[in-house]
Structure formats: structure tokens, C-alpha cells
């Protein structure tokens, strides 16, 4: 993943944190009214964090903006303060967002941090972050407070939050961990967590309902953010893996390997192809418009929570669109 310059950015924070943290006097992540201070890599994690903590958290969201690509964003010293304040870290791990473990290690942060791509049934240590231990595997995972290696892993794709059952695993873990730094609200913590795995539920509902209907039929997304999603919808990935890696990493698609995109949309194999809003290029829009000329749909997936959403509402809206596209 590209990390060296938000690594950079944040090393060079350092000198300049003393006097960041004498000025700011306010921030996301001040529990000083008692509530939980929670720091979230991204909104899609704050917004979850919010719907199990409720009124009991006080929730921070480093990346909250939909006009760009987080793979590209650079943390602020502000962010630095968050981290330094918070006492629960919910990160996606998995080389997405490395920039939280640098701001961990530069403010010297000794929050509880839980990382979502733990809770992926693809991620290779998942048997040992089963949540029916109600998080107590983090004293084992995190002995050093955060210390594990988050840079990207070959053939991982990260973009959990698009696993929804794994989001429903780590709406427990949440929930768990909102519990041990306020005991006394615990019953409300796992209510919410139940309440939200049954939510999650309707949408594996959805996805059964588009197996059931088109199970196996082609999709192309040019980026790998809703492979999860789409495979756990019964439906096939077709994307030169090329093609999809080279915009996830934002460089230019080989030609060859667009010509090969370009002709297996005109093949008829496709049926739907899927666009990251947040990512993209000349290569996208030439695919955009051959699906076009082609009568195959096309649909906006995004890696941010979009305005006025709350996580389930989005995975449900994107579950309909779906379904719409390959109804015709």
C-alpha cells in the first residue's frame, strides 16, 4: 500500500506535537465528560462505534470525507491529539490504514485497540479473535498495547467493513470492549450489538435472496473494495486482477490489461460492473463507458460512509442496487 509519505507526515508531526497539544483545547476524543473516547480510522467504523456506545461514547473519525481516496490520506497533528486522548482505537488493519499504528506510536497512546480485519473469517489469525471470549484475546494479541504488523499482505484484500458478517463479529468485539472501560453500561453496549447483528442479518438475507436469483452470473469492479460483498451476493469476480490492483494502487493500467477488461465486458459475460466513487481514472472511465455502450449496468460502491447513512442503511442500499442491476 502507498504508507511511506503518511509516514512520513507523521514522523514530522513529532516536534511539532508539544505545542499542538498546549493549544488544542477541545477534540473528538476528550472523555473529560465522561464518556468513552473512542478514535475510529474512518467514519464507517466511527458510525458503528456510535450505534453500540450510543450516548456513552465520544467518537472520533479520522477519515470522513468522500471526495477523496483514503489509501492517499495524511493524518494531521489534531489527529495526533485524538489518538493521544483516546481510550479505544477501532482500526481496519490489513495495510489500509497504517497511519493510525504510526499516530499510536508517535503519541505514545496506550488505548485498547481493536482491528477489524481480525474479525474476517479471511484473515489468517481468526481463530484466535472468535469473540465468544468477549475480547479477553486482546491481553494475548496486544501484549505490547498495539504492537502488530499492519502493512499490506500480499493477496489480502482488506476492504472488511464490505464483509458484513465480519462487521457483525466486530460489533460484539466493540461492544465487549465498551463494557470493560464502562461496566455499568454493559447491558446496553450488548443490547445494541444484538440489535445491530440482527440488522446485519436482513442483509445476508438480501444477498441470499441475489444468490438464489443470479448466483454465478459475472461482475466487474475495478477496484477490489466490494469483492466481499459480492461474493457473499453467490457472484463471481471476473476483474483482471491486474487491472483492479493497479487502481487500488493508483498507478496506470498496463494496456493490455485494459484491452482485456474492455473485451470482457463486451464478451456479455459481465452483468454488472461495480465503480469505488473514491478511486479511478482514465482506464475506469473507458470501462464506465464500453459497459454503457454495452447496456451493462453500472453502479457506485464507496469506501466512506456516504452523507446521512448509518452503516446498515448503506450495505442495505447497496444490497437493492445490486439486486436492481441485475434484474435489469
Known amino acids: 500500500m502507498r504508507t511511506d509519505r503518511r509516514l512520513a507526515a507523521v514522523a514530522g508531526m513529532a516536534a511539532a506535537s508539544v505545542l499542538v497539544l498546549a493549544g488544542c483545547s477541545s477534540s473528538g476524543a476528550d472523555a473529560s465528560d465522561g464518556r468513552i473516547a473512542v478514535v475510529a ?3 464507517v467504523y466511527g458510525q458503528l462505534v456510535e450505534q453500540i456506545g450510543g450516548e456513552r461514547v465520544d467518537v472520533t473519525s479520522i477519515v470522513s470525507s468522500a471526495s477523496g481516496d483514503p489509501h492517499e490520506f495524511e493524518p494531521s497533528a489534531r489527529d495526533q491529539l ?3 486522548r483516546a481510550q479505544l482505537i477501532v482500526e481496519n488493519g490489513g ?12 503519541s505514545g497512546s496506550d488505548a485498547d485497540v481493536l482491528t477489524a480485519v481480525e474479525f474476517s473469517q479471511a484473515w489468517e489469525g481468526r481463530a484466535s479473535h472468535d469473540d465468544s471470549d468477549d475480547g479477553e484475546h486482546a491481553d494475548d494479541e496486544h501484549a505490547d498495547g498495539h504492537g502488530h504488523d499492519h502493512e499490506h499482505i500480499e ?8 464483509d458484513v458478517r465480519a462487521m457483525a463479529d466486530l460489533a460484539l468485539g466493540i461492544a465487549s470492549r465498551l463494557e470493560m472501560l464502562d461496566p455499568d453500561n454493559g447491558g446496553v453496549f450488548r443490547e445494541n450489538a444484538a440489535a445491530f447483528t440482527a440488522e446485519v442479518e436482513t442483509i445476508e438475507a438480501q444477498l441470499a435472496e441475489i444468490d438464489a436469483a443470479d448466483g454465478g452470473a459475472g461482475v466487474f469492479v475495478t477496484e477490489p ?11 463471481i ?24 477488461a474492455l473485451d470482457l465486458i463486451a464478451s456479455g459475460e459481465v452483468r454488472v460492473v461495480i465503480v469505488n466513487t473514491q478511486t479511478g481514472g482514465a482506464e475506469t472511465t473507458r470501462v464506465m463507458r464500453e459497459a454503457d455502450s454495452r447496456g451493462v449496468p453500472v453502479i457506485e460502491f464507496s469506501e466512506t460512509l456516504p452523507e446521512g447513512q448509518t452503516y446498515l442503511s448503506w450495505m442495505q442500499a447497496n444490497a437493492t442496487a445490486l439486486a436492481k442491476a441485475l434484474a435489469g
Open 225 to 235: 473494495v466490494p469483492v466481499y460483498f459480492v461474493e457473499a451476493a453467490g457472484l
Open 155 to 162: 493477496g489480502f484484500n482488506e476492504h472488511v467493513w464490505y
Open 41 to 43: 480510522s474512518t467514519d
Open 237 to 260: 469476480d471476473l476483474t483482471p486482477a491486474a487491472f483492479s490492483e493497479a487502481v487500488e494502487e493508483g498507478q496506470d493500467v498496463p494496456p493490455a490489461t485494459l484491452l482485456e
Open 82 to 84: 485524538a489518538v493521544s
Open 95 to 106: 495495510g489500509y490504514d497504517s497511519f493510525v499504528d504510526a499516530l499510536i506510536e508517535s
